[in-house]
């Protein structure tokens, strides 16, 4: 089991549909991030906060919005989305947002397209 | 612009034999390197985090070294076991601003009982 956990861990739904994914974890880190991962890739970083605050967004479409409601929480919400958002999403924590503290992540939000 | 690159998309070995994967970045010297495992449908685990001015660090089977001469760092995973097949991550962080991992592309390690 990870200390990360992630719900739901599978998701299929409509280009229509708003749903959200959430992610929570109680190690009292303070760093929190949203990765998508395609088949055979590597992560790639979508969102970070830290201290509740978002400190990084690499240009990720507005169907995709991101929530910190608290230390413990995150969330990311959906809207419109397209076929080819259809992928691994990922959520991780780290102590804080520093190079030289490890991520714990959990084990993801399989997310379908229709 | 910054690339991490991990040599190998795929390795196949014999069981007991040692494992080695390379990590090769460039343009930055980052000051730490860090290596995950990934099993499908799993999310990664933190492995082993190394300094720059650490030239080798053990944990049990693994060993990782960190060359900031060559911008290279190797993983090794001696007698190695089918229980150590996955897909193994190096990160680092791309600069001191961003303050967020970067991936590379992943090897993925079958160990052949």
């Known amino acids: 089991d990870t200390e990360v956990t992630q719900t739901p861990k599978h998701l299929v739904m409509g280009m229509t549909n708003k749903k959200s994914l959430k992610c929570e974890q109680h190690?009292?880190?303070?760093?929190m991030y949203w990765y998508k991962q395609k088949a055979k890739k590597p992560p790639e970083l979508m969102f970070v906060?830290?201290?509740?605050?978002?400190?990084i967004n690499e240009s990720v479409p507005s169907r995709f919005s991101p929530e910190c409601p608290n230390s413990s929480l995150l969330n990311l919400h959906l809207h419109a989305l397209q076929p080819e958002d259809s992928a691994l999403y990922l959520c991780?924590?780290?102590?804080?947002?520093?190079?030289?503290?490890?991520?714990?992540f959990g084990d993801g939000t399989r997310l379908s397209i229709l | 612009s910054q690339k991490i690159e991990q040599n190998s998309e795929a390795l196949n070995i014999q069981e007991g034999k040692t494992a080695t994967l390379t990590c090769n970045y460039t343009n930055y010297s980052p000051a730490y390197l860090q290596w995950y495992r990934q099993d499908p449908g799993r999310g990664p685990v933190f492995l082993l985090l190394i300094r720059e001015n650490e030239k080798e660090k053990r944990k049990e089977r693994l060993k990782v070294t960190f060359d900031t001469t060559l911008k290279q760092s190797l993983f090794h995973i001696t007698a190695s076991q089918p229980a150590d097949s996955a897909t193994y991550l190096c990160a680092l962080f791309m600069d001191t601003g961003r303050r967020a991992l970067t991936f590379g592309s992943g090897t993925r390690l079958q160990v052949q009982p």
């Open positions: 906060y830290s201290y509740e605050k978002l400190s």
């Open positions: 190690m009292g880190h303070r760093a």
């Open positions: 991780a924590s780290s102590q804080e947002g520093v190079s030289n503290q490890p991520q714990h």
